[in-house]
């Protein structure tokens, strides 16, 4: 039986997404990863270098899914909040995996530094907006898409009705709130 590297790297990128999902980064253990992906620990090192790095590979690839399933849509902010709400209910653990590198790493990468600046240049330019505006504009949109799942059930669903009516008529205030919020930043100007 030939050695298939491409697999490996996939079994040990998927067993690291679940053991950091579940222990953040500073819980996670390599020795749990190789076991969990039947390879052996040198394995990671070989393929990511550090536990660091594999984690930053993890997050990188799950935030490239989400990027190639919820395009940026700078001329319709409502269309692509309600699109990453949708995105972020269905796969909460990206927004677990953030939250860990938050807490543990809160430093920006290059990457995430230069995909929000590209995100926030093109809202300006789309709306005819400085720069300053556009991050504004891009902060607001992002934290309102993130809102549901950074609140406790018990909170955004009182006497703990949630339900999938209750999930709808929450998405369409996030639309609402992110028309408002954006066309009072954009000088009424919302597509």
Request: no cysteine.
């Amino acid at each position: 039986m030939t050695y298939d590297s491409d697999a490996t790297r996939a079994r040990l990128l998927e067993a690291a997404h679940d053991e950091f999902l579940e222990r953040g980064l500073a819980g996670a253990r390599v020795d749990r990863i190789a076991t969990a992906a039947s390879a052996n620990k040198q394995a990671i090192y070989a393929y990511y270098g550090s536990k660091n790095a594999l984690f930053d590979a993890v997050l990188e690839a799950r935030l490239g899914v989400l990027a190639d399933l919820v395009p940026f849509t700078p001329d319709d902010l409502p269309g692509y909040v309600g699109a990453l709400f949708d995105y972020l209910v269905a796969e909460p653990g990206v927004m677990r995996l953030m939250q860990w590198k938050a807490l543990e790493r809160p430093e920006a990468s290059a990457q995430e530094v230069r995909a929000h600046v590209d995100k926030a240049a093109e809202l300006s330019a789309a709306h005819d907006l400085d720069q300053e505006q556009g991050v504004d504009a891009l902060m607001l949109t992002l934290a309102l898409a993130q809102a549901w799942n950074l609140t406790p059930p018990e909170i955004r669903s009182p006497a703990g009705r949630e339900s999938a009516a209750r999930l709808k008529r929450h998405r369409a205030a996030v639309i609402r709130a992110t028309a408002a919020v954006v066309g009072e930043l954009l000088g009424g100007a919302t597509h």
